[in-house]
């Protein structure tokens, strides 16, 4: 009964491609998220959309372009990946209600060789 | 942008100990959450804080939002080997929003 699901798990890939990480929640939240965690395991978001509207952007390469077909997903898509990318991406929903946390899928973990 | 300081930066106890760590605020929030995150997972939420002064437990978790606004301390009491991980504050306007994470404590318990 996974709330937040994130696909792939892993992903290995070369410099210079384009690679998508999908996600889904079934929580019924309105808000989802979208997270970089470096190798020092330093989590900092990137972007969030609230009813498939962009509320967040933080200073992201404009080589991320998030996108949200509804409000249940929220898929990140990467154009010419660098070494720099590699990384464990993870998603997250919340309603957009206060005192309503955010709830994390597992990761992606981004390899770029 | 503004800080975040999360200390200790990791943590070597024995089963059995109490553990305490913080995190302090340049700025003031309304709420303060704290995360763990198991290896090759994502992070959990174990306690959240939405009150100057209010202190929460969760069984051997305790959590106290500072009557300042500007930190928090999580407490874990009788240490066991499965409270290893890494452990994250965060701080937000409201717990829906953008949230800033500290940088974690890594919590090794040794049986």
């Known amino acids: 009964d996974t709330a937040v699901s994130q696909t792939p798990k892993y992903l290995v890939t070369q410099m210079g491609n384009d690679k998508s990480i999908k996600c889904e929640q079934n929580?019924?939240?309105?808000?989802m998220y979208w997270y970089k965690q470096d190798s020092k395991k330093f989590l900092k978001i990137m972007f969030s959309?609230?009813?498939?509207?962009?509320?967040i952007n933080e200073t992201v390469p404009n080589r991320f372009s998030p996108k949200s077909p509804d409000k249940a997903h929220l898929n990140l898509h990467i154009n010419s990946l660098e070494l720099g990318d590699s990384a464990v991406y993870f998603c997250?929903?919340?309603?957009?209600?206060?005192?309503?946390?955010?709830?994390f899928g597992d990761g992606t973990r981004l390899s770029i060789l | 942008g503004q800080q975040l300081n999360q200390s200790p930066q990791s943590m070597f106890i024995q089963e059995g100990e109490d553990v305490s760590m913080n995190c302090t605020s340049s700025?003031?929030?309304?709420?303060w959450l704290w995360y763990k995150q198991d290896p090759g997972e994502g992070p959990v939420l174990l306690i959240a804080?939405?009150?100057?002064?209010e202190l929460t437990s969760n069984g051997r978790l305790t959590a106290q939002f500072g009557i300042t606004r500007k930190d928090s301390f999580l407490n874990i009491s009788a240490s066991i080997p499965s409270d290893v991980g890494i452990y994250f504050c965060?701080?937000?306007?409201?717990?829906?929003?953008?949230?800033?994470f500290g940088e974690g404590t890594q919590l090794t318990v040794n049986p």
């Open positions: 997250a929903s919340s309603q957009n209600r206060n005192r309503q946390p955010q709830h």
């Open positions: 929580l019924g939240h309105d808000t």
């Open positions: 959309y609230n009813n498939k509207e962009l509320i």
């Open positions: 700025s003031i929030f309304n709420t």
């Open positions: 804080l939405y009150k100057a002064g």
């Open positions: 965060a701080r937000g306007e409201t717990s829906g929003s953008r949230l800033t």
